[in-house]
């Protein structure tokens, strides 16, 4: 089995209302995606954790399979690790922006679009004049460069803000504050003097350019701790492609090869053809593949309907067209979102996203599209996303009915933080205790305890969740014997039916009991109505199988003839 994760940034948003209430994803014209939802399993999944920063890398860092809220300490950290930056004890660093700044004002997060080259000469003039023992620059790509302090650990909690997010606002009110940020504002501070007349601004001002005026700080991360190899985790050798160096640095720290592939961008005019050609070509030497794509990400920054909507068209027909015709071996795909980015906020949020597992082993639950919505819909919900990578490469590929139920826990801890704490783990136990204190809290007065279970859950799931609040307050069989005499029970009445209808209804109750009967021994039905189906599909294609090998045609064969034939299979599929 080869492995594909495709992470289309930003690509989940909002509801626009000026296009009759639909989001992106619902207007694009996907059908590749759209075949793929038919046949895989739609879900929702919650990429960042409460209370964390809805960044790319920490979004990603769950796509990835690795918990943010061990991992993620900040994007500066994943930076500096890319550059090959060390960070030891006692030494933090910071994201250091080369800025314009006019009239008090942020005039460009990005100096104009500086050059590496002419960046490099700036930093080298910053080192001198302010570097030293404590304090040191390290040039980047562009405007981007990364400021290590050492022995000022206490700069970590100052309040930063970052200069993309402050256009055309008076800097004054968004320098560094707050416990700690005294020498951040003094480096921001004396930058001013080392740039003003440096040879490389007065020509960028001459040639009509933005110059670089001062630096600005802001990603405080202390040491990171080493993440796990992304082998020693999940047993594959996996590699990436990326425009963007942020998740090429996330890819290093995993240990995850990253691919080097002409023509691709973070930008509209990335070449989706080739990444794709290029990432599946990579699993000859690897198992698993990550290809990450920024454009519906920039397009939603831009604000720009019509530019998101035309990435996530291409990389339907670019990229994701080529999985469905991959012939070269078993492939199982994991298509998502990191983080919504809506139009109209222009920025990430830490809303849950939608997600796809396609391949062997995963089935089409009813979902069409590839939406929000329907993603909603289906009632399957990870609070904790970075299991997902564990649902994709375990070979057994299943949901449990208790990733469904989680869903309806993680809804009740998200509307209550300030009950269940956001960062802090807490144990089992403690969440079932305070869910029932949750609910009788939330419960309106003469409310059913009933009505806060989806309708919307698979059949066999919402019986389970219904019998399970039904037992909570003592209505239920004192042990298993009495379930199962009712079973016998609803098998008589239902051999007794005499009318179609009335034969419906008991084949229900019949199922209603079956389920009863399986929560009583800890049986998850779902999954065990999925192994039953797993292992007649298995079996009927052997018999095709063997059918072809024969000579034979299975539709020709007598019941007896396919019968003898089904024991063969029985014996070779276990
Ligand atoms: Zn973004």
């Avoid at 001459?206 to 700080?217: K, V």
């Avoid at 939608?354 to 939406?371: E, N, V, Y």
């Avoid at 599909?537 to 003898?564: I, P």
Wanted: glycine share 10%; proline share 5%.
């Amino acid at each position: 089995m080869k492995y594909c994760v495709l992470i289309i940034d930003g690509a989940a948003g909002w509801p626009l209302p000026e296009r009759g209430g639909r989001t992106c994803l619902e207007l694009a014209d996907t059908p590749h995606l759209d075949a793929m939802v038919s046949e895989g399993t739609l879900g929702l999944a919650r990429t960042v954790p409460a209370g964390m920063e809805p960044s790319s890398a920490c979004a990603c860092m769950s796509v990835l399979g690795y918990d943010p809220r061990v991992y993620y300490k900040g994007r500066a950290g994943i930076e500096a690790r890319s550059m090959g930056i060390p960070v030891n004890e006692g030494e933090v660093v910071f994201r250091c922006n080369l800025v314009a700044v006019r009239d008090g004002k942020m005039w460009d997060y990005s100096a104009g679009h500086i050059s590496t080259d002419e960046a490099g000469e700036l930093v080298v003039a910053l080192n001198q004049s302010l570097g030293g023992d404590e304090v040191c620059f390290y040039p980047g790509v562009g405007y981007r460069h990364i400021c290590k302090l050492k022995g000022h650990e206490e700069a970590l909690p100052a309040v930063c803000t970052p200069p993309h997010d402050i256009p055309n606002k008076p800097i004054a009110d968004y320098l560094p504050r707050g416990s700690g940020s005294d020498i951040l504002r003094d480096l921001v501070a004396h930058s001013e003097a080392v740039l003003k007349d440096h040879p490389v601004n007065a020509a960028r001002i001459s040639r009509g350019e933005i110059p670089a005026t001062t630096i600005w700080l802001f990603w405080g991360t202390g040491r990171v701790p080493d993440m796990p190899a992304f082998q020693s985790v999940y047993g594959l050798r996996a590699a990436m492609t990326s425009g963007v160096d942020l998740l090429r640095g996330l890819a290093m720290m995993a240990d995850v090869d990253v691919l080097d592939i002409t023509g691709v961008t973070d930008g509209p005019d990335n070449n989706y053809g080739a990444q794709a050609e290029g990432a599946l070509e990579s699993l000859k030497e690897h198992d698993l593949v990550v290809i990450h794509i920024e454009a519906p990400d920039e397009a939603a920054h831009a604000g720009s309907i019509g530019d998101k909507i035309d990435t996530i068209q291409r990389i339907d027909a670019e990229v994701i067209r080529r999985f469905r015709t991959w012939q070269e071996e078993d492939l199982r795909v994991l298509i998502m979102p990191d983080h919504p980015t809506p139009i109209k906020t222009r920025t990430h949020n830490e809303e849950p996203v939608p997600f796809l597992l396609w391949g062997p082993g995963f089935a089409g639950h009813g979902a069409k599209r590839f939406t929000e919505a329907e993603a909603k819909k289906t009632g399957l919900f990870l609070e904790e996303g970075y299991t997902i990578m564990g649902k994709l490469t375990d070979e057994t590929g299943e949901f449990e009915l208790g990733d469904v139920i989680k869903g309806i826990n993680a809804k009740l801890i998200h509307r209550h933080p300030h009950i269940f704490g956001t960062r802090q783990a807490r144990d089992a136990e403690e969440v079932i205790a305070n869910w029932e204190a949750l609910k009788e809290e939330e419960r309106e007065e003469g409310a059913s305890m009933l009505g806060g279970v989806p309708g919307e859950m698979p059949a066999l799931g919402y019986s389970l969740e219904i019998q399970k609040r039904v037992a909570r307050v003592g209505f239920d069989w004192v042990d298993v014997d009495g379930v199962i005499e009712k079973l016998a029970e609803e098998v008589g009445e239902f051999k007794q039916a005499g009318s179609q209808e009335r034969r419906e209804q008991e084949f229900g109750d019949l199922l209603f009991t079956l389920v009863n009967v399986a929560r009583r021994l800890g049986v998850d039905s779902e999954a065990a109505l999925r192994g039953a189906n797993r292992r007649f599909y298995q079996r009927f294609t052997c018999m095709e199988e063997l059918c072809l090998q024969r000579g034979l045609r299975f539709g020709d064969l007598s019941f007896e003839e396919q019968n003898v034939l089904w024991e063969e299979a029985k014996a070779l599929v276990q």
